[in-house]
């Protein structure tokens, strides 16, 4: 794990465990008897801490996490190199993040190649840098940056960080060769100021101010999560406490954190977004399929999400032909994409030289003639089976044989859509979330006939493009969106049966989620809905009128349907559950109109209102998610509940401390949430969802654990 050598005086400590170099038990063996040995050979005047591989360490390994630890600790570990009789190097390359920056600042000297980076990490995984980062980081690089670079996790590039004082030296060439030599340079000076330990935290009289100034900020920007305030608190420490306090200090911190739920959760989002990214499918998975390459591309529909799509692919360098049926629809696309392009410029999301690239590369037209060449095709146009089809089929007619062609459906079963074409198996599901340039959820979503070579392709542009692609199999909603149907339809049975949109929306914001269900339909428009909801009567053959109360034999609540006929579409029009400052605001306030609205209704109806606990009003909504999330489980839609969860994380924002709707209800017992479905399913009968789903049921009655339950998945998905 740890590769001891010497090259004339300099001893050189390789740390060999693929793939990032986590400093697990091994790593730290390695490391302390490297040191020692080191320190004992009479060859060696100083010695070199450098990664194998593609990485100095970057990190503890979270794997070891909440397991019995195991010495040495990496701080043992650390003093031991702080107090090493001979000067130590850190080479850095790669990511030197975590325990890896710290092993780094214990260290005499670093240096590092340009394109390296370091950070801590930690405060994404609900943690704080446990072996002194906080206490030394600040000593380093002042109180406000150590602040913000703790708290955010932000992994900081070699330059940037030689100008924080972090790194000596930025070196090029081959690294151990320059770390050699730089090795032997150091023999001859005194090391012993070199130490952290002993520095004084610059402008420490002015801790207060810092830290009041990081506290507002964290607070406001990782509203919820409780680690980023500790991080704070650990490096008000070290301007406050002695050295040894304040490594006390960030231990008690350090140790409570991992203690909390919110750790634990976090970590599991940590490797459910990486364990997504092990797909498979009936005949082919991450393994065996190679994806075609992607040098062209296309967008049908210059809407809203046909933009934004633009967007993501414009600023990963692809070219994109945006094709609309006529220039007035064009041209405000185009307007769209630039604005949206600008504002990103503007906070910082994308550098002016993105943005005039992106600029190049797009090439809008009316044309079905130019796009006849592209590698990929998405389209993006209303969310409507015919008119679908009919893009479907002018797509296979223009397009070369090797043109993956994906749709941006949102509900529609992808097997229809294909089935207007002569290539099904190039046909696949690329479901944004909107805003599409800012959600980083990407639902591939294979049909009947998808190949894995399609599902490739479309996976890896999702990495491509900054988005966690998550692949599911077709059905009408596919994932999210069928779990996201009982959520939103309870929110708003909840409102006619007595609730207010505020109660429910502030049950929902106190949970973590970034808006309520409300404001999110005002946001996205009650007018969408509506149609969306005549869609879905057509597919079934029927129609909405003001006494429909049940649609496709479930219950229905023509709510939305009253607000939209008021014209309060919400946010756009100024009005909808809520009322705004002005057309397009976003300071919503309760409206004694809207709440005229929705007591006409119930009065209309015969409906006594009642009043309803914040418990129910969490349970109905989040519980029934959870049973869909079963089901879809059940009916193989998706391999995992790390699917599940990660989607949501990313498509609806959910609390990452949480975990995931599935992690969560792993949390809060299955037992116990299995029971409240089946007590709602007896008081609130005329919903599907409420139906005790059968995988939910053996799962809980077993005691199964959440790592066991991806094993039974219906084995018919693969
Ligand atoms: C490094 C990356 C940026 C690389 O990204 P890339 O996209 O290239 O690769 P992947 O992300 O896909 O990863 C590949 C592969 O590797 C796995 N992996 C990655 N990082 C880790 C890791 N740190 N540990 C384990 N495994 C890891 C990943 O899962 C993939 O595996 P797969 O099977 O899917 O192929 C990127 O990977 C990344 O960002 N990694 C995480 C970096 C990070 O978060 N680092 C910080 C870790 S936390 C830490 O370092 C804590 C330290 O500060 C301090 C700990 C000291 C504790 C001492 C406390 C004293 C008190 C305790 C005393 C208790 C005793 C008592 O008193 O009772």
Not at 103 to 129: K, N
Request: aromatic share 8%; charged share 25%; net charge positive.
């Amino acid at each position: 794990m740890v590769d001891y050598s010497v090259n004339g005086s300099v001893a050189v400590l390789m740390v060999n465990n693929p793939p990032v170099n986590a400093l697990g038990h091994a790593v730290r063996v390695g490391l302390k008897t490297g040191i020692e040995r080191g320190a004992k050979d009479s060859r060696v005047r100083s010695i070199i801490i450098i990664g194998k591989g593609q990485t100095f360490p970057a990190g503890a390994d979270i794997r070891e996490f909440g397991k019995p630890s195991k010495e040495p600790w990496l701080t043992a570990v650390g003093n031991l190199i702080k107090t090493c009789s001979k000067p130590v190097v850190a080479a850095i390359h790669g990511t030197c993040l975590g325990g890896g920056l710290e092993i780094a600042l214990f260290s005499h000297y670093r240096i590092a190649v340009s394109s390296a980076r370091v950070g801590f990490p930690e405060v994404t995984l609900g943690l704080l840098p446990g072996a002194g980062g906080s206490q030394r980081l600040s000593r380093l690089t002042g109180l406000p940056v150590a602040m913000e670079m703790i708290s955010s996790g932000r992994h900081v590039p070699a330059r940037k960080a030689k100008e924080y004082g972090i790194i000596d030296e930025i070196v090029s060439g081959d690294l151990l060769k320059t770390a050699l030599k730089f090795a032997q340079e150091v023999q001859s000076r005194p090391f012993k100021d070199r130490c952290l330990r002993y520095k004084v935290v610059p402008n420490a009289d002015r801790v207060e101010e810092y830290a009041s100034a990081a506290l507002t900020q964290v607070k406001k920007k990782y509203k919820g999560f409780e680690a980023p305030v500790a991080c704070v608190q650990a490096v008000r420490s070290s301007a406050e406490l002695s050295y040894e306090e304040g490594m006390k200090r960030e231990r008690d911190l350090f140790l409570q954190l991992g203690q909390s739920g919110q750790a634990k959760a976090q970590q599991y989002a940590f490797f459910a977004e990486r364990a997504v990214t092990k797909w498979q499918m009936p005949g082919g998975s991450y393994k065996t399929a190679k994806p075609l390459p992607v040098r062209s591309t296309a967008v049908i529909g210059a809407g809203t999400m046909g933009s934004g799509i633009a967007v993501c692919l414009l600023s990963a360098g692809l070219p994109v032909y945006l094709l609309e049926q006529n220039e007035k629809f064009l041209q405000s696309g185009v307007k769209l994409i630039e604005s949206i392009m600008a504002g990103s410029v503007k906070l910082g999301k994308v550098s002016m030289e993105t943005a005039k690239r992106a600029a190049t590369l797009l090439k809008p037209t009316l044309s079905y003639d130019d796009i006849k060449d592209v590698d990929l095709v998405i389209e993006a146009v209303f969310e409507n089976l015919d008119i679908k089809k009919e893009v479907f089929s002018k797509l296979d007619k223009i397009c070369k044989p090797s043109a993956i062609l994906c749709t941006n459906t949102s509900t529609i079963d992808i097997n229809r859509i294909s089935s207007a074409t002569s290539r099904p198996e190039k046909v696949v599901g690329t479901h944004f979330f909107a805003p599409a340039y800012h959600m980083k959820l990407l639902e591939n979503i294979y049909g009947t006939k998808t190949s894995p070579e399609a599902v490739a392709t479309v996976m890896k542009l999702g990495k491509t493009i900054n988005k966690v692609p998550v692949l599911v199999k077709s059905c009408h909603g596919f994932l999210a969106n069928r779990m996201n149907a009982p959520f939103s339809s309870e929110a708003i049975f909840l409102v006619e049966e007595g609730a207010s949109p505020q109660e429910v929306d502030q049950v929902n914001e106190d949970f973590g989620m970034p808006m309520g269900p409300f404001k999110v339909r005002d946001l996205s428009g009650i007018d969408i809905s509506w149609r969306i909801n005549r869609e879905v009567a057509k597919v079934l053959g029927t129609s909405i009128t003001k006494e429909t109360r049940f649609l496709g034999g479930n219950r229905y609540c023509g709510l939305n349907d009253d607000f939209y006929d008021k014209g309060r579409y919400g946010r756009k029009t100024g009005k909808g559950w809520y009322l705004y400052e002005k057309v397009g605001g976003k300071t919503a306030v309760a409206d004694p109109e809207a709440e005229e609205i929705i007591n006409s209704y119930r009065q209309s109806r015969g409906i006594v209102k009642r009043k309803i606990t914040p418990q129910e009003i969490f349970e109905r909504q989040f519980y029934s998610a959870i049973n869909e999330g079963f089901r879809i489980l059940e009916e193989g839609i998706c391999n995992m509940p790390e699917e599940i969860d990660i989607s949501w994380i990313y498509g609806f924002s959910y609390p990452k401390y949480r975990g995931g709707p599935m992690f969560y209800a792993s949390q809060i017992g299955l037992q116990r949430v299995y029971d409240r479905i089946c007590h709602y399913h007896e008081t609130c009968p005329y919903s599907i969802h409420w139906v005790p789903n059968r995988l939910l049921k053996k799962l809980a009655e077993n005691n199964v654990p959440f790592t066991q339950w991806a094993n039974h998945v219906s084995k018919s998905k693969m």
